[in-house]
């Protein structure tokens, strides 16, 4: 019996063949950027840390591409982040201390992906996106034992709104509550009251982006004092 990932597609090609395909085309991309790396006198310069604007520009550009482009505008945009991914990786493999690969990567995310996902690799049973939840978190908090707070592991980079509603769900597993705002009845009127508040921001020439900063800072005081 023919496996089913073998059946015969449409075009009268196979499955199978296509997986192959995706692979090699992937495998053409790390090699693409390892030629690149090796031989333009730009990209052999360039270091983890330069990277980093590029790596957050590409992701806002996929943000925006999943908001308001197309199909094809998306497509190219994952492309380009995922040259970021491989530029990363190529450094990587010319570190003279710690080096490893595209292939070290995909082989740790594989690895991470299969224990935080046990009712689809091994025995648990989760019929719910919330009994999901548990695994992964269980999952998670194996991995990260050396934690000592449920702050750690956040970036303090992300911009605020963002680290903001990530220091809140991770206060709130400290025990320590972040105020609910009254007002706002949908993710519209959100929105709305968020501008209201950059627009008074702006009237009383105060920074709205310092001010949210700062207030995380002493939320995150709170949470650790809490931890003890």
């Given at each position: 019996?023919?496996?089913?990932?073998?059946?015969?597609?449409?075009?009268?090609g196979?499955?199978?063949?296509?997986?192959?395909?995706?692979?090699?085309?992937l495998?053409?991309?790390a090699?693409t950027?390892?030629?690149?790396?090796?031989?333009?006198?730009?990209?052999?310069?360039?270091?983890?840390?330069?990277l980093?604007?590029?790596?957050?520009?590409?992701?806002?550009?996929?943000?925006?591409?999943?908001?308001?482009?197309?199909?094809?505008?998306?497509?190219?945009?994952?492309?380009?982040?995922?040259?970021?991914?491989?530029?990363?990786?190529?450094?990587?493999?010319?570190?003279?201390?710690?080096?490893?690969?595209?292939?070290?990567?995909a082989?740790?995310?594989?690895?991470?992906?299969?224990?935080?996902?046990?009712?689809?690799?091994?025995?648990a049973?989760?019929t719910?996106?919330e009994?999901?939840?548990?695994?992964?978190?269980?999952?998670?908090?194996?991995?990260?034992?050396t934690?000592?707070?449920?702050?750690?592991?956040?970036?303090?980079?992300?911009?605020?709104?963002?680290?903001?509603?990530?220091?809140?769900?991770?206060?709130?597993?400290?025990?320590?509550?972040?105020?609910?705002?009254?007002?706002?009845?949908?993710?519209?009127?959100?929105?709305?009251a968020?501008?209201?508040?950059?627009?008074?921001?702006?009237?009383?020439?105060?920074?709205?982006e310092r001010?949210?900063?700062?207030?995380?800072?002493?939320l995150?005081?709170?949470?650790?004092?809490?931890?003890?």
């Amino acid at each position: 019996m023919t496996a089913r990932s073998d059946r015969a597609e449409p075009d009268g090609g196979s499955r199978a063949s296509r997986d192959d395909a995706r692979t090699d085309a992937l495998r053409q991309a790390a090699e693409t950027m390892r030629a690149v790396r090796e031989r333009c006198v730009w990209s052999q310069r360039i270091t983890h840390r330069d990277l980093v604007p590029y790596l957050i520009e590409e992701s806002h550009e996929v943000i925006e591409a999943v908001e308001d482009g197309s199909r094809a505008d998306l497509r190219e945009e994952l492309g380009d982040l995922l040259w970021q991914v491989l530029f990363h990786a190529a450094i990587a493999a010319q570190d003279p201390e710690d080096p490893f690969d595209i292939d070290d990567v995909a082989r740790t995310l594989t690895e991470k992906m299969v224990r935080r996902h046990p009712h689809v690799f091994a025995d648990a049973v989760a019929t719910t996106p919330e009994e999901v939840l548990v695994h992964w978190n269980a999952a998670k908090a194996a991995e990260k034992r050396t934690r000592t707070s449920v702050l750690d592991g956040v970036p303090r980079g992300m911009p605020a709104l963002a680290l903001a509603q990530k220091l809140a769900g991770r206060a709130g597993g400290a025990g320590v509550e972040v105020p609910v705002a009254e007002g706002p009845r949908t993710e519209a009127e959100l929105g709305e009251a968020i501008l209201a508040l950059v627009g008074r921001a702006r009237a009383e020439g105060w920074d709205a982006e310092r001010a949210l900063r700062e207030r995380l800072r002493a939320l995150e005081h709170d949470v650790r004092a809490v931890e003890g």
